[in-house]
């Protein structure tokens, strides 16, 4: 029965009879899957009417089990990367017994089922292909490998666009060893990159790019291009890269999955090489927009050369609400949800302050400018987007402060990088804008606040 499959009454409550509420704003309905560890259950936001996948791990099993980092890491990743061809984390939530994690609901199913009955049309697979590069694009400009790309964690939504989800082997840069790799052996062997099987460490972009080799090699053929029922001939011929093409299969298509499966990465084509590829190039929908397009649509930013902020004139006069218990979930250490978060990323990226929030704003465009950024217009008055004018590793360095309101006298800012790179992002708060902003904040994000708990707002 459909009782015995729902979380237990200190996480929700039952209404009517049948209903199963979830903390006061989300419905839970019928069981979607569950897995060695979760759970997974259609759900409604209760106020939106959206429909929602809702995800349930229980604390005490992950922690036996030694999960706890993967889970920790795998909701950083999620919040990191937002784009229109990955499964979207709305919300993490928490109880003394359960996590939950509330997903976009993508009612498509896996690409995996439209393909194990034969390949796809080269057009419709091409399109797939498109959004696959789009998504895992953006992953790598966040430092993000997925490192377990294939059909069964690509979604279909009922516009039958593309969603990568399933983030658990995913891996952020920190995790790199002293030589800039990473180390563990993880993914599906029947797409696992040839130096991710060697133990000599591998570069976690160019083995994604490998795994889309294979997956647009399925996606046209219908079948893997490595097969064997033994585990290791497999492998041997993962090394080798030993395949053969269909013959259906057109020849421009046939010399991109060929430069893909290349078993040196360093001579492997590269994802800005895959979008200049003709074939890759045919048919792309508009809707395929480079990472830098897709941050400034995000964070709602007109113009770079601006440096003025709009007037009163048909703007709030305070900040937006922000969410009680995200602040808490990653501020406070008194509350359980605050071990699910990256603390050795995220710190330095939020803060809490007694001051108005004209005078934060006014004080984020003093420091930019000393720092040499440009402002750039936003289009709320307490949202403001700071761009580095010299070249970084990854391009340059923009960074996103908005101002939220958490209750009287006290507002919340919260710092986001929309480009660049991550290092050289980490260091910019910590060394540069933390110092600058010392008259102004009550609490950084991370630090010890034990003393400031009962202020902040236990009375969730």
Request: charged letters at 30%.
């Amino acid at each position: 029965m459909m009782e015995t499959e729902q979380v237990a009454d200190e996480d929700c409550h039952v209404n009517n009879g049948a209903r199963k509420i979830l903390l006061g704003k989300y419905e839970m309905g019928r069981l979607l899957g569950q897995g060695t560890f979760a759970k997974v259950y259609r759900g409604k936001n209760l106020v939106t009417q959206e429909n929602v996948a809702i995800k349930v791990l229980h604390k005490d099993q992950v922690k036996r089990t030694g999960l706890m980092e993967q889970i920790k890491r795998e909701i950083s990743i999620m919040h990191l990367v937002k784009h229109p061809n990955i499964v979207e984390l709305k919300e993490v939530m928490a109880t003394k017994s359960k996590v939950f994690f509330v997903m976009e609901f993508v009612k498509g199913g896996e690409l995996f089922a439209k393909i194990k009955k034969g390949g796809l049309e080269e057009d419709l697979a091409r399109k797939y292909f498109q959004q696959l590069i789009c998504a895992v694009d953006y992953c790598h400009s966040r430092g993000v490998s997925h490192r377990d790309l294939k059909p069964e964690n690509l979604l279909l939504d009922d516009k039958e666009d593309l969603k990568v989800s399933d983030f658990g082997f995913s891996a952020l840069p920190e995790q790199k060893w002293n030589d800039g790799l990473l180390h563990t052996r993880c993914g599906t062997p029947a797409y696992v990159a040839p130096e991710v099987l060697r133990k000599k460490g591998y570069d976690g972009a160019k083995a994604d790019t490998w795994s889309c080799g294979v997956i647009l090699f399925v996606l046209l053929s219908g079948h893997l291009p490595f097969r064997n029922e033994n585990a290791m001939k497999m492998y041997v011929k993962i090394l080798k890269a030993e395949y053969e093409f269909p013959p259906w299969i057109s020849r421009d298509a046939k010399r991109l999955i060929s430069n893909l499966l290349v078993v040196d990465p360093e001579k492997r084509i590269t994802i800005p090489e895959i979008r200049a590829n003709s074939w890759f190039q045919k048919g792309l929908a508009q809707s395929a927009v480079s990472s830098n397009d897709l941050e400034d649509t995000e964070n709602g930013v007109r113009s770079e050369d601006q440096e003025e902020f709009p007037g009163k004139t048909g703007s709030k006069h305070s900040p937006p609400f922000y969410n009680a218990f995200e602040l808490i979930s990653s501020m406070s250490s008194g509350f359980d949800l605050s071990s699910l978060f990256e603390t050795k990323r995220r710190r330095g990226s939020m803060f809490t302050s007694k001051c108005p929030a004209s005078m934060i704003l006014s004080t984020l465009k003093s420091v930019a400018k000393k720092l040499n950024f440009r402002v750039a217009v936003s289009d709320t008055e307490f949202k403001v987007k700071l761009l580095g004018k010299e070249e970084g590793r990854k391009g340059k360095l923009a960074v996103t402060a908005e101002v939220f309101e958490l209750a009287a006298e006290l507002v919340v800012v919260e710092l986001s990088k929309c480009s660049g790179d991550t290092f050289e992002y980490t260091k910019f708060c910590e060394e540069d804008v933390r110092p600058a902003l010392k008259d102004i904040v009550w609490s950084w994000q991370g630090d010890n606040i034990d003393s400031h708990e009962g202020q902040v707002g236990t009375s969730n």
